[in-house]
């Protein structure tokens, strides 16, 4: 009796697995992933920090120029891979507005992830500040010398740094929830590569 009680919930544990194993993002599709997250979260906090801070602002802005533009390079390699190999389907069970959200919800984290270190490039720029890399190498302007054109491109880069946290907090509520609650696959394939089998 106790052998039919266990193989049954060895066989239910199978069934979750394998339910669980319907797909998974690519090995380098995980490592950008989790590597640009713990990026932009750093980002979000030292643009906070460069805001609050007169004491910290330079040594946060030099760190913050170079990271940048590492996302908005690592985002068109993310993008290149994601157009070629494309990502797991959702649970079929999952209702079609959710999945429309979430597809919305992907796309635009790329849209701002391109963005947001364009137009703190093109913000510099008008300035007439330099974008400097490390202790000599500056990149080019890509914009103009102009006041005005330097206030609306701050105006741009805050509203979309707030967006980008937004949406960023909407994902990580989304991802817990599908790791913690409905347990349906979504989290583990970026979590982890698929299952070996025994």
């Keep these: 009796m106790n052998d039919s009680v266990s193989d049954a919930a060895r066989d239910e544990d199978q069934a979750q697995c394998v339910e669980a194993d319907r797909g998974h ?12 997250a713990a990026a932009i979260f750093a980002m979000l906090f030292m643009g ?5 801070s007169l004491t910290w602002r330079p040594v946060l ?9 590492a996302i908005l390079l690592l985002v068109v390699v993310r993008l290149a891979n994601r157009l070629r190999h494309g990502a797991p389907a959702l649970p079929p069970e999952t209702p079609r507005l959710q999945a429309l959200a979430a597809t919305a919800s992907h796309w635009m984290l790329y849209g701002l992830m391109v963005l947001l270190p364009l137009i703190g490039w093109g913000m510099r720029s ?4 330099p974008v400097r890399m490390i202790q000599g190498w500056n990149l080019p302007p890509i914009a103009p010398t102009d006041p005005t054109v330097y206030a609306l491109l701050r105006d741009a880069h ?6 980008l946290f937004a949406v960023v907090i909407a994902h990580l509520s989304a ?8 347990r349906d696959g979504v989290f583990s394939s970026m979590a982890r590569g698929p299952a070996r089998s025994a």
């Design 25 to 36: 993002f690519n090995v380098l599709a995980r490592v950008l992933h989790w590597g640009m």
């Design 48 to 52: 906070v920090g460069m805001t609050t």
């Design 61 to 69: 802005l030099d760190l913050h120029q170079p990271l940048g533009l």
């Design 126 to 129: 008008a300035g007439g500040w």
């Design 158 to 163: 805050s509203i979309l740094a707030w967006l």
């Design 175 to 182: 991802a817990l929830l599908h790791g913690w609650i409905y």
